[in-house]
């Protein structure tokens, strides 16, 4: 049987590489340098460590060191896409969003929608929920909010982007 030549040269090349990974990955087990980064120690005088920077004036807690170091970017992993738009919102530019929000609303005569289904970061609202431009003053403040419809749900405010009507920033009293 006559093998093509470029499937020839393939079988060639795969064969060693096969050997060297099973004999590597052998030899490895066998010296001990097969070691988990969980077992490594910092070198004393290393730029980073454990992800985050350690040189004098870094930030302690930055967003780039990873989620097991560090609990507020684990709850950071947790949020969804959406819930990065006013992510950077401090709390009283989010107090003055819900109390803008709030003290725009008209209270209709309909049942309300549930908070615990609408209220919530990704949700899709339905046409149901009466949507409005957010108020103005708020609007001049915090330049991302022109961008999307308000809504109050429950005892929540709610911001949503306008094409999708997916809620992209929850505003509560607190």
């Known amino acids: 049987m006559r093998l093509e030549p470029v499937r020839a040269t393939a079988i060639l090349i795969?064969?060693?590489a096969f050997l060297f990974t099973f004999a590597g990955g052998a030899l490895a087990q066998g010296t001990g340098q097969d070691?988990?980064?969980d077992d490594v120690k910092p070198q004393p005088n290393a730029v980073f460590v454990n992800g985050a920077l350690a040189v004098p004036g870094?930030?302690?807690?930055?967003?780039?060191?990873?989620?097991?170091?560090?609990?507020q970017n684990a709850a950071d992993d947790q949020l969804p896409t959406w819930g990065y738009t006013f992510h950077h919102?401090?709390?009283?530019?989010?107090?003055?969003?819900y109390e803008s929000i709030a003290a725009k609303n008209q209270k209709s005569s309909s049942s309300p929608p549930n908070p615990?289904?609408?209220?919530?970061?990704?949700?899709v609202?339905?046409?149901?929920?009466?949507?409005?431009?957010?108020?103005?003053?708020v609007a001049a403040q915090i330049a991302d909010v022109k961008w999307y419809l308000a809504a109050m749900?429950?005892?929540?405010a709610v911001l949503v982007e306008p094409a999708?009507?997916?809620?992209v920033g929850v505003f509560t009293q607190k």
């Not at 870094?58 to 609990?71: H, L, Q, R, W, Y």
């Not at 615990?116 to 949700?123: F, I």
């Not at 999708?164 to 809620?167: D, G, M």
């Open 58 to 71: 870094a930030p302690a807690n930055s967003e780039t060191v990873p989620a097991k170091f560090s609990e």
């Open 153 to 156: 749900i429950g005892d929540k």
């Open 164 to 167: 999708s009507k997916v809620v």
């Open 14 to 16: 795969a064969i060693p």
């Open 89 to 97: 919102l401090t709390a009283e530019q989010r107090r003055a969003i």
């Open 125 to 137: 609202l339905p046409d149901s929920i009466p949507l409005q431009s957010p108020p103005t003053d």
């Open 116 to 123: 615990d289904t609408y209220a919530v970061l990704g949700a």
């Open 35 to 37: 070691k988990r980064a």
